[in-house]
């Protein structure tokens, strides 16, 4: 077995650098270099490729897309848990949730429309099903409610599906949360039940695409710690796609060191990370 390491140039880190900006946003700096290497080289040399270059040319050739795939799976970080930023899920139930439904009762549309944009394995958007299962309670049947959750890395979303956690990555949950929702397995491990999965749809989206295929509005974004790897125009392009794809008065959660500039004054800072739709 073949146990060197393999070595990047300027030119072939260059390459890589401007492919994975272009397709998928992720800007991979000058400090990431070694982050790269890393993540690529046993990919690299589980095909036989011996330098990045020739590893580059095959993905670019590769019609089907999937060495592209391949190679997203690698490079995007895929790090969550359970509640992260606690505030933003109490701030959705305590604040977000209540006057919208009633407003919704009021006009008799009880549709909920709630995006998980980046959604890794599954961790947000099944917090934010079981937030809203919790607080409509037996009323929830009467909804069209659920949780839209995308991703860009095909095998954060196959173990989001699977819905599949460990100790260690379930104890962030609170005990109520975790006994109500999830079964716990032989192994030790927690899996989603049924009655959560299903009010969770998972979908390959890549948050490049120039269109969002929606048919309405939504109420609430939860665009988390993704948009730290973009560059800024990348970011500011987004947020414009995310202010038409809301409807007025909707929210847009974003990870707590993204917070818009003071330019996006179609939104309206709400506390941090939280901005509203004017
Ligand atoms: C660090 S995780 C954040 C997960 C969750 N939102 C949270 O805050 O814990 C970032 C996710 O964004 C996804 N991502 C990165 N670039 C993307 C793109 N262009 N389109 C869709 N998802 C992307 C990655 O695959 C990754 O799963």
Redesign the pocket.
């Known amino acids: 077995m073949n146990t060197s390491q393999l070595v990047i140039n300027d030119q072939e880190f260059h390459l890589i650098r401007t492919l994975v900006s272009q397709?998928?946003?992720?800007n991979l700096t000058d400090q990431k270099r070694s982050l790269v290497v890393g993540r690529l080289q046993k990919l690299l040399k589980d095909q036989g490729f011996t330098s990045f270059k020739d590893y580059y040319q095959a993905v670019v050739r590769d019609n089907s897309g999937a060495a592209l795939d391949k190679l997203?799976n690698r490079i995007?970080?895929?790090?969550?848990?359970f509640n992260?930023?606690q505030a933003h899920f109490d701030f959705f139930v305590h604040s977000v949730l209540p006057p919208l439904t009633s407003h919704l009762r009021s006009c008799n549309k009880q549709d909920l429309r709630i995006w998980?944009?980046?959604?890794?394995?599954g961790?947000?958007p099944y917090m934010l099903a079981m937030l809203m299962m919790d607080y409509l309670g037996e009323e929830y049947g009467g909804w069209s409610a659920g949780v839209l959750a995308?991703?860009?890395?095909d095998q954060?979303l196959s173990r989001a599906r699977l819905g599949l956690y460990d100790e260690e990555k379930i104890g962030r949950l609170a005990g109520p949360l975790r006994t109500r929702y999830f079964q716990r397995q032989t192994d030790g491990n927690w899996q989603a039940k049924e009655q959560l999965k299903s009010q969770v749809t998972f979908r390959r989206?890549?948050?490049?695409n120039r269109h969002f295929p929606f048919k309405r509005p939504l109420q609430v974004i939860?665009?988390?710690?993704?948009m730290?790897?973009?560059d800024a125009p990348t970011r500011d392009a987004l947020v414009q796609r995310y202010h038409q794809s809301l409807e007025p008065g909707g929210y847009l959660f974003l990870?707590h060191s993204e917070t818009l500039g003071r330019e996006q004054s179609a939104f309206k800072y709400i506390m941090p990370a939280v901005y509203r739709r004017q």
């Open positions: 397709r998928f946003g992720i997203i995007s970080t895929n790090y969550t848990y992260r930023e998980s944009a980046g959604c890794s394995s961790e947000e995308t991703d860009i890395s954060a989206f890549n948050l490049m939860f665009c988390r710690n993704v730290i790897y973009f990870g």
